[in-house]
């Protein structure tokens, strides 16, 4: 691991309803390149709301977010340019359902990175047969199943070759027996030196590929450390509570 | 018997074989069928224009940065409100008769007159059936497009659209239907389409029962066989629903 730092986020809110409901009270915290960085911590906890401030999903109320040097919360950022380099996979896959998988991959590497057609395809299909679905690239998504349709959603993002990988609960709307498909993808993701953020459920996943865990409850960045530290040697009584229920 | 078939017979040739009047018809039926294509059309393009705007404040008024962009869409959401209101709270022959006599007083093309108010008129309800479309795709499919890079109208355009269109396609060929009987109050200000064609011959033979009767069988055949298309369109995109 590099010490170069990617992310930069400092003392990010995020609160909705007026000032009702504070989903993110003032987390800091740098993501390095190459990182592989979990976050963990109860429903409800601001986990998803900080992932989906890093690409601005959600405007942050207050705060800010530095990729590569740029504040990209400075209301005269492109954030689209930026969301180029920052690839998301969602819970619920969201391919898009009127194209086949290949077009799902190529549209924005040549809409938007101004690649050509032959090239967007020949990187797609490479892609595709990376994760064993190369036959299937002029299927449509709803021909696949859960686990397929995340590894076409994870793909899709890294055609347009991100710096960092966003992952927002990527396995949690799989049936349990596609879910390892999933993540290996995500193993080999990692292993390659992608650097990833990934909001997640599957412990055995943040402690296996995880080089920092990050524990949040109530909108608040309660403890970080790595795997080790926060499931060995949990400090706070937040951690001891949600690690003797999930584990 | 015998007679009432001769007799239906003799007004049958009177209406319309006698002096080519089934011709008015023909002539008549082209008028109709060209201002509903054109005005369909227009109330597309209108329509799918205006559900933008509008869908795009619905969903991100309560979460925009204030500022200029902001008050410009403010603005041009509440025209496109009082556009719908006037449009859709007013009847169309009012609508065309404003349209042609005070709008384009001076222009005597009465066709063109009825493709653009019909047109207008259409694109108000076009604009509600794509806005609903708009509404109902799943909002993770604007933020897949968006992660990806795409600014907001390219998500629309690539992304969200392509997939409106495939959901609203039966509504908006029933709007069509419809708006090729709206089409027969053309006659209030003299253009010649079908409706008015039959009252014409009407007019000349004072017989009103073969030129009505048959104005409706056309429109009842037309009706009939675009609905039996739209019904074809709709199996074929079940059908290719992946």
Not at chain 1, 183 to 212: I, S
Not at chain 2, 94 to 123: C, E, H, K, P, W
């Amino acid at each position: 691991m590099t010490t170069d730092v990617l992310i930069k986020v400092e003392n990010l809110q995020k609160y909705f309803k007026g000032d009702m409901i504070k989903a993110l009270d003032g987390v800091s915290t740098e993501i390095h390149k190459g990182e592989v960085v979990v976050v963990i911590g109860p429903s409800g906890s601001g986990k998803s709301t900080f992932l989906r401030c890093l690409n601005l999903l959600e405007m942050p109320t207050g705060g800010t977010i530095t990729l590569e040097g740029v504040d990209i919360t400075d209301p005269g950022c492109n954030i689209n340019l930026h969301r180029q380099k920052m690839g998301m996979v969602f819970q619920h896959f969201n391919l898009f359902p009127h194209m086949t998988l290949l077009k799902n991959m190529t549209i924005a590497p040549t809409k938007l990175l101004g690649k050509s057609k032959e090239e967007a395809e020949k990187k797609a299909l490479e892609l595709l047969e990376r994760v064993g679905l190369a036959d299937r690239a002029d299927a449509y998504p709803n021909q696949l199943s859960g686990g397929q349709k995340q590894r076409v959603a994870i793909v899709r993002a890294l055609c347009m070759e991100p710096d960092v990988m966003l992952f927002d609960e990527p396995t949690s709307a799989l049936d349990p027996e596609m879910v390892g498909e999933v993540l290996d993808v995500m193993k080999e993701l990692a292993h390659e030196g992608m650097t990833m953020v990934v909001v997640t459920h599957e412990m055995g996943f943040a402690r296996e590929v995880g080089n920092r865990v990050l524990f949040m409850a109530d909108g608040r960045l309660v403890e970080e450390g790595t795997p080790q530290e926060i499931f060995e040697h949990p400090k706070s009584e937040r951690l001891q509570d949600f690690l003797a229920k999930v584990l | 018997m015998e007679q009432w078939i001769s007799n239906l017979k003799a007004q049958f040739i009177l209406n319309f074989i006698e002096q080519d009047r089934w011709k008015l018809l023909v002539t008549g039926l082209g008028n109709t069928l060209k201002i509903t294509l054109v005005a369909c059309l227009i109330g597309i393009c209108i329509g799918v224009v205006i559900a933008i705007i509008r869908s795009t404040w619905d969903k991100n008024h309560e979460t925009m940065r204030k500022g200029f962009g902001k008050g410009l869409l403010a603005v041009v959401n509440a025209i496109c409100k009082l556009y719908l209101t006037v449009i859709r709270g007013t009847p169309v022959v009012v609508q065309l008769m404003i349209i042609y006599y005070i709008i384009f007083a001076s222009s005597r093309n009465g066709i063109a007159i009825a493709m653009l108010a019909f047109g207008i008129n259409s694109g108000a309800y076009v604009a509600e059936i794509v806005r609903g479309g708009i509404m109902s795709i799943d909002a993770g499919q604007f933020e897949a497009g968006r992660s990806l890079g795409f600014n907001y109208v390219q998500t629309m355009r690539y992304i969200i659209i392509p997939q409106v269109f495939k959901n609203v396609l039966p509504t908006l060929a029933n709007e069509f239907i419809v708006l090729l009987k709206e089409t027969s109050v053309s006659g209030y200000v003299a253009i010649r389409d079908l409706t008015k064609a039959g009252d014409i011959i009407r007019g000349v033979t004072y017989s009103p029962f073969m030129p009505l009767i048959g104005v409706a069988l056309i429109y009842l055949t037309l009706v009939i066989f675009f609905t039996w298309l739209v019904g074809k369109l709709e199996r074929r995109l079940r059908d290719s629903d992946h």
